[in-house]
């Protein structure tokens, strides 16, 4: 074995044994007194109403409704006192107000806004009916998106008013002939909608579902359907409003009754409170199913409604 030699020095004694330098040989480096661990993010401004996808609070949002809604009506009222408007053509809003108000109270406003009700929603429900199940089948199919698709978007270019003349000859003109009008005009567009939002389900919750081993009625009924949902809702409450746009042309069918009628037979008297009213009537229950709407659609998907 070998040893070192007995004049080798120990570790510790030949460190001992160093020179030291002397303190000026190299300056000292300041230190600063306090050094922040890390340096501080900067927040994101929040500038309330102008912040991209932000939320507001409940009472700013009912202002600005309010404020959205009251100010029409402050232009209008501004527009029939000082615009030199004749009152026939631009009726003030205390005269349709008026005129909405005896209309209630002596011309059944309650009786024709039932029976319009009823045509709109009997053409919309028999047009979800058939419009929903019809899309899922497009949107999940590409051999039925290919049969039935380019028809669809033929049809739906047509205008619901030219079918008039077919629907008195096929189905006469009663109560059917209204909803068939509101049926024609809501369902190709509602078809088509509804394709749209099952083809937007993403396709990695259709391929994992394939990997687990289900089968094409589970991916449409347990993946596609559930996922799609939210979007389908949507699309019957825009679609709800279409079907109110059209009740004006179905009630050109020999209709009796009805807001559409009213504001049609107003408009051979030259009664134009009368058509403000009507129209005014409409719009307000229009708000009112639009507001149900998104009430269920909270109510169905709370969240995708919660607050950030």
Same mark, same amino acid.
């Given at each position: 074995?070998?040893?070192?030699?007995?004049?080798?020095?120990?570790?510790?004694?030949?460190?001992?044994?160093?020179?030291?330098?002397?303190?000026?040989?190299?300056?000292?480096?300041?230190?600063?007194? /306090?050094?922040?661990?890390?340096? #501080?993010?900067?927040?994101?401004?929040?500038?309330?109403?102008?912040?991209?996808?932000?939320?507001?609070?409940?009472?700013?949002?009912?202002?600005?409704? *309010?404020?959205?809604?009251?100010? #029409? $009506?402050?232009?209008?009222?501004?527009?029939?006192?000082?615009?030199?408007?004749?009152?026939?053509?631009?009726?003030? #809003?205390?005269?349709? $107000?008026?005129?909405?108000?005896?209309?209630?109270?002596?011309?059944? *406003?309650?009786?024709?806004?039932?029976?319009?009700?009823?045509?709109?929603?009997?053409?919309?429900?028999?047009?979800?009916?058939?419009?929903?199940?019809?899309?899922?089948?497009?949107?999940?199919?590409?051999?039925?998106?290919?049969?039935?698709?380019?028809?669809?978007? @033929?049809?739906?270019?047509?205008?619901?008013?030219?079918?008039?003349? *077919?629907?008195?000859?096929?189905?006469?003109?009663?109560?059917?002939?209204?909803?068939?009008?509101?049926?024609?005009? /809501?369902?190709?567009?509602?078809? $088509?909608?509804?394709?749209?939002?099952?083809?937007?389900?993403?396709?990695?919750?259709?391929?994992?579902?394939? /990997?687990?081993?289900?089968?094409?009625?589970? @991916?449409?009924?347990?993946?596609?359907?559930?996922?799609?949902?939210?979007?389908?809702?949507? /699309?019957?409450?825009?679609?709800?409003?279409?079907?109110?746009?059209?009740?004006?042309?179905?009630?050109?069918?020999?209709?009796?009754?009805?807001?559409?009628?009213?504001?049609?037979?107003?408009?051979?008297? $030259?009664?134009?409170?009368?058509?403000?009213?009507?129209?005014?009537?409409?719009?307000?229950?229009?708000?009112?199913?639009?507001? @149900?709407?998104?009430?269920?659609?909270?109510?169905?998907?709370?969240?995708?409604?919660?607050?950030?």
């Amino acid at each position: 074995m070998s040893q070192l030699p007995p004049f080798a020095p120990s570790l510790a004694g030949s460190t001992a044994a160093l020179p030291k330098a002397p303190a000026s040989a190299a300056p000292a480096v300041p230190v600063p007194a /306090t050094v922040p661990a890390t340096a #501080p993010t900067p927040k994101p401004r929040r500038n309330g109403f102008w912040t991209v996808r932000t939320g507001i609070s409940r009472r700013a949002y009912w202002g600005l409704a *309010l404020t959205g809604l009251i100010t #029409p $009506l402050l232009m209008w009222a501004a527009l029939a006192a000082w615009g030199g408007m004749e009152p026939t053509f631009m009726p003030s #809003p205390t005269a349709v $107000l008026a005129k909405t108000w005896d209309w209630a109270l002596e011309n059944n *406003l309650l009786e024709d806004m039932g029976i319009s009700v009823y045509r709109v929603v009997a053409g919309f429900v028999l047009s979800a009916v058939i419009a929903l199940p019809l899309g899922l089948l497009i949107g999940s199919f590409r051999s039925v998106q290919a049969l039935l698709e380019p028809l669809t978007d @033929l049809i739906r270019y047509m205008p619901a008013v030219a079918f008039i003349p *077919l629907v008195m000859l096929w189905v006469g003109i009663d109560e059917g002939s209204k909803i068939a009008i509101i049926f024609i005009g /809501t369902f190709f567009q509602m078809v $088509l909608m509804v394709a749209e939002d099952v083809r937007r389900v993403p396709a990695a919750q259709v391929e994992a579902a394939q /990997t687990m081993g289900a089968n094409r009625r589970e @991916l449409v009924e347990k993946v596609i359907l559930p996922s799609a949902k939210p979007a389908l809702l949507d /699309t019957l409450r825009i679609t709800m409003g279409w079907a109110w746009t059209y009740l004006v042309v179905a009630e050109l069918v020999a209709a009796n009754s009805g807001l559409g009628y009213a504001i049609l037979r107003a408009q051979r008297f $030259l009664q134009t409170d009368t058509i403000f009213a009507g129209i005014i009537v409409i719009g307000l229950i229009g708000l009112v199913t639009d507001q @149900l709407f998104r009430w269920a659609h909270r109510r169905a998907f709370p969240w995708l409604n919660l607050k950030g």
